[in-house]
């Protein structure tokens, strides 16, 4: 299946610091990309949906000058967690879609386990 | 209108058995339903999916059976394995298309299955 790459893995940092988590989607172009939030034992929560070459639509409640989020290419889309607390602490994962219909076929990424001290 | 609630939180299964994990909406737009594997540490790996015009979908020890006019769908894992101790995760594509659609996870079912 299509693979989507997401680095760092796991990530520890001070409070205060920013932090950019990359996401990309390995053998296939995703013009949309979409990034979730997932606390210990819980689901996922949709944060944004990354869109190529425009700016990212939020989901209610996520401060998006918090998580800047750029969609610069179709491969690639990052997540900087700005001036990052230790209620920013989580498990962040994005995922790419392959198919004409967005949801389709979502592939995810690793995820990336944040620290924050 | 956006949820979907799965049940159970969580599951023990003896080896070789039948595991049952249930899912329901109330959102009629809702018009794709995949599940996903989680390992702990991973992102979530897709499974299985199904549409609402079809009653069940089979790939190998994992089948999905859809009930449409009672909003419910959920997923059996047949001759169950330890390895697929993992939690589960049933979801529902809401929106429409032009880029709009995204994805509603429910809450997630932690399977364990004994040796």
């Known amino acids: 299946g299509a693979v989507v790459s997401q680095h760092p893995s796991r990530v520890i940092c001070k409070s205060g610091t920013s932090v950019k988590i990359e996401c990309r989607s390995l053998d296939f172009q995703a013009t949309t990309m979409f990034w979730y939030r997932q606390f210990p034992k819980q689901s996922l929560m949709l944060m944004a949906t990354?869109?190529?070459?425009?700016?990212?639509?939020?989901e209610q409640g996520v401060e998006k000058d918090k998580f800047l989020i750029n969609h610069a290419s179709l491969t690639l889309s990052t997540l900087t967690v700005t001036s990052a607390h230790p209620e920013d602490s989580s498990f962040y994962i994005c995922s790419a879609g392959l198919g004409t219909l967005v949801g389709e076929k979502l592939f995810f990424g690793s995820g990336t386990q944040l620290s924050v001290l | 209108q956006q949820q979907v609630k799965q049940s159970p939180q969580s599951l023990i299964v003896q080896k070789g058995g039948i595991s049952i994990i249930n899912c329901a909406y109330e959102n009629t737009a809702f018009d794709y339903f995949p599940w996903y594997q989680q390992f702990p540490g991973k992102g979530p790996a897709l499974l299985i999916a199904i549409r609402p015009d079809v009653s069940e979908k089979k790939e190998g020890r994992f089948t999905i059976s859809f009930n449409k006019s009672a909003k419910q769908f959920s997923l059996h894992i047949m001759d169950s394995q330890p390895g697929d101790s993992a939690t589960y995760f049933c979801a529902a594509r809401s929106g429409t298309q032009g880029g709009s659609e995204k994805l509603v996870f429910g809450k997630g079912t932690k399977l364990t299955v004994n040796p």
């Open positions: 990354s869109n190529e070459g425009s700016k990212a639509t939020y």
